[in-house]
């Protein structure tokens, strides 16, 4: 049975709506990561420091996506808080960030990748945090839509 709002119960069809939501942003938490990862690595390159694609860049997006994914997993950042201020959550997911920043800096370090630029690292956690604060409100937004409609579903 999946974790469901206590207000009211739901039907298997809204159980399974509230099922494939979670499951859609899993997918863009993902590709959340992916896509700050390019767009760091795109602006650090446009400054014409003559950074150079190497495999340890690829090696560090396969250890970044399943780390933030991991954090923001256990976390429960993603999770609907209605009473939590969003400034709260915030603060909350800028402390995870920090811990997977210095999750990252221990791999460049344990890994003795020197050819990674920690401006990219930095430029990727800031451009990171941006996106995951406007998916957060998103998501918010559109769960709070389905309860809005399980709502209507209980009335009628």
């Known amino acids: 049975m999946i974790e469901t709002d206590p207000r009211l119960p739901i039907s ?5 709506q509230i099922k494939k939501f979670r499951i859609k942003f899993w997918v863009i938490d993902i590709l959340a990561v992916i896509v700050s990862y390019f767009f ?3 602006i650090r390159d446009s400054f014409g420091t003559g950074l150079m694609y190497t495999h340890n860049y690829l090696f560090l997006l396969l ?8 954090l923001i997993r256990r976390s ?3 999770h ?3 009473k939590l201020n969003f400034g709260i959550l915030l603060f909350n997911f800028f402390q995870l960030c920090i811990f997977g920043l210095l999750i990252i800096f221990f791999f ?3 890994f003795k990748m020197k050819d990674i630029s920690r401006v990219f690292v930095l430029t990727f956690f800031i451009i990171y945090m941006v996106i995951i604060s ?3 409100v ?5 769960y709070q839509n389905i309860w809005k409609d399980a709502e209507k579903d209980q009335i009628q």
């Open 40 to 42: 760091a690595y795109l």
């Open 76 to 78: 429960n950042f993603t």
């Open 108 to 110: 460049l370090f344990i």
């Open 12 to 16: 298997e069809e809204k159980e399974l």
């Open 134 to 136: 406007i998916l957060q």
């Open 138 to 142: 998103y998501r918010s937004r559109n």
């Open 63 to 70: 250890f970044m996506v399943p780390t933030f994914f991991i």
């Open 80 to 82: 609907i808080h209605e």
